[in-house]
């Protein structure tokens, strides 16, 4: 009914249905990307940046959401480890990228250069500074930055899984994972309060739903926060945000989680 719906609300405003659409920049959100195929529209997410144009995007016979497919012909795309050794199926590592999509290097940047290529196994590689990790079926899963993995007792913490598993609520917008000292982590929350009943007190609420919602994701132990904090505000461009939306995560921390009152989990 829902395909219906809006397919005939766009079939009056369009000449055609779109029969395709492809996604970059960044990461589709699984439910939107489970949406619009509900909906009946073939969406390809693929990846890439400026360095390396697009190095790999879905196909049509190997469409899984929540994944930015195999790489595109010439492309080598490895996943490796802190050693530029290629580790195995779904461990996270970095995304290392080699093919005749990738630039050449930095203008008069040597320092950049050599911090941004390595030579592996005799090839040239682009080492992207983004996180992934490859399922059995060859397919790629964007993780997020190397630049914020948080350090934590138990390994590594990817804060990106948690946000984008948190924003599947339909009460939290907006959050951000932070380190706790002296060990584990927190999470920042701006609030959508037209989806906390008038009733409920909005910490228990909210408690209630972070767990019910990181439960659902599946994650790993050490990418669940023990505390968390209510914004007082959305997160704003300009202040907390990129003009592109992403999360200026200092800046984000010294505005609203510094002198903010943490709630345990």
Not at 36 to 49: C, D, I, N, Q
């Amino acid at each position: 009914l829902a395909r219906w719906a809006v397919q005939a609300a766009l079939r009056r405003r369009l000449a055609a249905l779109p029969r395709l659409g492809l996604v970059g920049d960044a990461p589709l959100p699984r439910e939107v990307d489970e949406d619009l195929r509900a909906l009946g529209f073939t969406v390809l997410e693929g990846y890439g940046s400026t360095e390396q144009v697009v190095s790999c995007v879905r196909r049509r016979d190997g469409n899984t959401p929540g994944t930015i497919g195999e790489p595109l012909p010439q492309v080598e795309l490895r996943v490796v480890d802190r050693g530029l050794r290629e580790v195995g199926p779904g461990e996270v590592g970095q995304l290392a990228v080699a093919g005749p999509n990738v630039c050449l290097g930095y203008h008069a940047d040597e320092v950049r250069d050599a911090a941004s290529f390595a030579v592996i196994d005799g090839r040239r590689f682009l080492l992207s500074g983004d996180l992934g990790w490859r399922d059995r079926g060859g397919r790629l899963v964007f993780v997020g930055r190397v630049v914020n993995v948080l350090r934590a007792a138990a390994g590594p913490v990817y804060p990106e899984l948690t946000e984008n598993a948190l924003r599947n609520s339909p009460c939290i917008e907006q959050a951000m994972l932070y380190a706790r000292r002296p060990e584990g982590t927190g999470v920042l929350v701006a609030v959508d309060p037209r989806h906390i009943p008038a009733a409920a007190d909005p910490v228990e609420y909210l408690r209630g739903e972070i767990r019910a919602t990181l439960a659902a994701a599946g994650l790993d132990a050490r990418q669940i926060p023990t505390h968390f904090i209510v914004a007082a505000r959305p997160f704003r461009v300009g202040d907390e945000l990129t003009v592109t939306l992403k999360l200026r995560r200092e800046a984000t921390y010294s505005s609203l989680c510094a002198a903010a009152r943490e709630h345990s989990l």
